[in-house]
Nanobody, 117 residues
Framework: QVLLVESGGGSVQAGGSLRLSCAAS????????LGWYRQAPGKQRELVAT???????NYEDSVKGRFTISRGNARNTVDLQMNSLKPEDTAVYYC???????????WGQGTQVTVSP
């Protein structure tokens, strides 16, 4: 059974930084696209960033230049470094794996990020 476990969420003031980490077990993700999504209260879940198996990255416009996604295939992890955080970044952040080749989505349990003004 595949298990994704996120860590690193918390509360920070605007302008601060947090680093989220997602560790996977039960599968090697070498060929999968990994990503982070977020869901704020009353809103739909939205893409934050993805990184492909060839390390091509994609970011939602509002986080470009502030967030950096990275993957560690040896450790089966995907991280999200978040700098210059804003109150509008407040949300539950979810780790995502798009399983190759089926593109089945796997999700972590989510970790809360709260940014105060």
């Amino acid at each position: 059974q595949v298990l994704l476990v996120e860590s690193g969420g918390g509360s920070v003031q605007a302008g601060g930084s947090l680093r989220l980490s997602c560790a996977a077990s039960g599968r090697r993700f070498t060929r999968d696209t990994l990503g982070w999504y977020r869901q704020a209260p009353g809103k739909q879940r939205e893409l934050v960033a993805t990184i492909s198996s060839s390390y091509i990255t994609n970011y939602e416009d509002s986080v470009k230049g502030r967030f950096t996604i990275s993957r560690g295939n040896a450790r089966n992890t995907v991280d999200l470094q978040m700098n210059s955080l804003k109150p509008e970044d407040t949300a539950v952040y979810y780790c995502n794996v798009k399983v190759w080749p089926s593109m089945t989505n796997l999700w972590g349990q989510g970790t809360q990020v709260t940014v105060s003004p």
